[in-house]
C-alpha cells in the first residue's frame, strides 16, 4: 500500500516554501513586526529541523506574539502547527497520567486546532487535521468521540481521498460499531473505486472480523487493479496459506481449494519477478502443505521435490543479498 500521509517534515519544508515565495511577492506590504515575525520564523525553525522542540516552541511563541493580525501574513501561521508538533513531540507514552506530560499532548491539540482554522492552504490544512487526529488516536489521548468530528472535516476538505474514511471507519471499529465502520469503507470505494489501497483497507478490515472469503474478495480486487505488482498477488498466496495452516475447521476439500489458489497467486507474482524471494518461500510452503493433502504418493514426491527447489533457490538469493521483497526482475 502507498504512503499517504507526509511526514512532519516533508509538511515543514512545504510551508516554508510557501512561506518563503509569499514574504518575496508582497514584503513591502510587511510591518516591522511580521518582519520581525519572519526572523522569529526562521530561529524557531532551525530549533525544529534540529529536533530542539523547546527551544522551537518559544520560538514560535515570538512569531505568534509579533504577528498579532494574523491575516495580514497568514503563512506564517504554520507556527502554530509546528508549535503543536513540537509539543506532541516532548509527550512520552511511557510516562502517561503524569500532568506535565499529557499537558504536552493538550497543547499540542490547541495549536494542530489553530492551525486547521488558520492555515491558508487546504492541503496543509488537511495536514494539521491529520495530525490533530493522532494526537486523539488509543496511544496518546484515547479520545475517538473527539477524533471522529475532525476526520468528518477532513472528508469535508478533500471528498474524494479515502484516507480518512479509512480513520473514520477504524474509530468506529474500534467503538463496536461494525455496521458503520462498513459504510465508511464503502464511501471511501465510492470516492475511488480505482484505488487499490481502497480495496487494501477493505481486505484489512474483513480479515479482523474473521470474514476470510469477503478478505479474500478485496485482496484480489486490489491486485487486479495493479496487475504489475508482485506484492499484491503475494499477499493472496500468504493469506490463503496462513488460512490452511491455523483454520483447523477447514476440511481437506476447502483446505486444498485454497492452496491451489494461493500456489495460484504466487506464480503470478513470481511470472513479474522470479526472484522475489518472500513468494518463493510461500509456494514453497503451500506446496508441501498441498502433498500433506494428496493420496498419490508419487505426487507428493514431485510436489516435495519442487517445493526443495523453490527453498533452496530462496536461501540462495538471500546468501547473495537480495531483498526478500524486491519487487523488479
Same mark, same amino acid.
Given at each position: 500500500?502507498?504512503?499517504?500521509? %507526509?511526514?512532519?517534515?516533508?509538511?515543514? !519544508?512545504?510551508?516554508?516554501?510557501?512561506?518563503?515565495?509569499?514574504?518575496?511577492?508582497?514584503?513591502?506590504?510587511?510591518?516591522?513586526?511580521?518582519?520581525?515575525?519572519?526572523?522569529?520564523?526562521?530561529?524557531?525553525?532551525?530549533?525544529?529541523?534540529?529536533?530542539?522542540? !523547546?527551544?522551537?516552541?518559544?520560538?514560535?511563541?515570538?512569531?505568534?506574539?509579533?504577528?498579532?493580525?494574523?491575516?495580514?501574513?497568514?503563512?506564517?501561521?504554520?507556527?502554530?502547527?509546528?508549535?503543536?508538533?513540537?509539543?506532541?513531540?516532548?509527550?512520552?507514552?511511557?510516562?502517561?497520567?503524569?500532568?506535565?506530560?499529557?499537558?504536552?499532548?493538550?497543547?499540542?491539540?490547541?495549536?494542530?486546532?489553530?492551525?486547521?482554522?488558520?492555515?491558508?492552504?487546504?492541503?496543509?490544512?488537511? %495536514? !494539521?487535521?491529520?495530525?490533530?487526529?493522532?494526537?486523539?488516536?488509543?496511544?496518546?489521548?484515547?479520545?475517538? !468521540?473527539?477524533?471522529?468530528?475532525?476526520?468528518?472535516?477532513?472528508?469535508?476538505?478533500?471528498?474524494?481521498?479515502?484516507?480518512?474514511?479509512?480513520?473514520?471507519?477504524?474509530?468506529?471499529?474500534?467503538?463496536?460499531?461494525?455496521?458503520?465502520?462498513?459504510?465508511?469503507?464503502?464511501?471511501?470505494?465510492?470516492?475511488?473505486?480505482?484505488?487499490?489501497?481502497?480495496?487494501?483497507?477493505?481486505?484489512?478490515?474483513?480479515?479482523?472480523?474473521?470474514?476470510?472469503?469477503?478478505?479474500?474478495?478485496?485482496?484480489?480486487?486490489?491486485?487486479?487493479?495493479?496487475?504489475?505488482?508482485?506484492?499484491?498477488?503475494?499477499?493472496?498466496?500468504?493469506?490463503?496459506?496462513?488460512?490452511?495452516?491455523?483454520?483447523? %475447521?477447514?476440511?481437506?476439500?476447502?483446505?486444498?481449494?485454497?492452496?491451489?489458489?494461493?500456489?495460484?497467486?504466487?506464480?503470478?507474482?513470481?511470472?513479474?519477478?522470479?526472484?522475489?524471494?518472500?513468494?518463493?518461500?510461500?509456494?514453497?510452503?503451500?506446496? %508441501?502443505?498441498?502433498?500433506?493433502?494428496?493420496?498419490?504418493?508419487?505426487?507428493?514426491?514431485?510436489?516435495?521435490?519442487?517445493?526443495?527447489?523453490?527453498?533452496?533457490?530462496?536461501?540462495?538469493?538471500?546468501?547473495?543479498?537480495?531483498?526478500?521483497?524486491?519487487?523488479?526482475?
Amino acid at each position: 500500500m502507498k504512503t499517504r500521509f %507526509r511526514t512532519a517534515t516533508a509538511t515543514f !519544508a512545504a510551508l516554508v516554501i510557501g512561506l518563503s515565495v509569499v514574504g518575496t511577492a508582497g514584503c513591502g506590504k510587511y510591518s516591522f513586526g511580521n518582519l520581525k515575525a519572519n526572523k522569529a520564523f526562521k530561529e524557531a525553525n532551525d530549533h525544529y529541523r534540529g529536533g530542539r522542540w !523547546a527551544e522551537a516552541i518559544k520560538g514560535y511563541e515570538s512569531v505568534i506574539g509579533a504577528n498579532p493580525d494574523y491575516e495580514a501574513n497568514p503563512n506564517l501561521n504554520a507556527a502554530y502547527f509546528f508549535m503543536g508538533h513540537s509539543y506532541d513531540s516532548l509527550y512520552r507514552p511511557g510516562r502517561q497520567g503524569e500532568p506535565d506530560n499529557d499537558a504536552n499532548l493538550h497543547k499540542a491539540v490547541e495549536n494542530y486546532r489553530i492551525a486547521a482554522e488558520r492555515l491558508p492552504d487546504p492541503d496543509f490544512r488537511r %495536514r !494539521a487535521l491529520e495530525y490533530l487526529v493522532a494526537a486523539y488516536g488509543s496511544d496518546k489521548l484515547n479520545d475517538p !468521540a473527539a477524533a471522529e468530528p475532525v476526520v468528518q472535516k477532513m472528508i469535508e476538505l478533500d471528498p474524494k481521498e479515502p484516507t480518512a474514511y479509512f480513520q473514520l471507519s477504524k474509530i468506529y471499529e474500534d467503538a463496536g460499531r461494525y455496521e458503520e465502520a462498513e459504510q465508511a469503507l464503502e464511501k471511501a470505494r465510492e470516492a475511488n473505486a480505482n484505488d487499490p489501497a481502497v480495496y487494501n483497507a477493505i481486505a484489512g478490515y474483513y480479515n479482523r472480523q474473521g470474514e476470510f472469503e469477503k478478505t479474500m474478495e478485496a485482496f484480489n480486487r486490489a491486485a487486479e487493479l495493479e496487475p504489475n505488482n508482485p506484492q499484491g498477488y503475494h499477499m493472496i498466496g500468504s493469506y490463503y496459506q496462513d488460512a490452511v495452516a491455523k483454520d483447523f %475447521r477447514l476440511p481437506p476439500a476447502k483446505k486444498k481449494e485454497y492452496v491451489l489458489k494461493g500456489i495460484e497467486a504466487e506464480d503470478k507474482a513470481l511470472s513479474l519477478n522470479p526472484n522475489y524471494v518472500e513468494a518463493l518461500v510461500y509456494k514453497n510452503i503451500l506446496l %508441501r502443505q498441498q502433498a500433506n493433502l494428496e493420496t498419490d504418493r508419487d505426487l507428493q514426491q514431485r510436489l516435495i521435490k519442487e517445493a526443495d527447489g523453490l527453498r533452496n533457490k530462496a536461501m540462495e538469493l538471500q546468501k547473495g543479498g537480495a531483498s526478500p521483497a524486491a519487487a523488479t526482475k
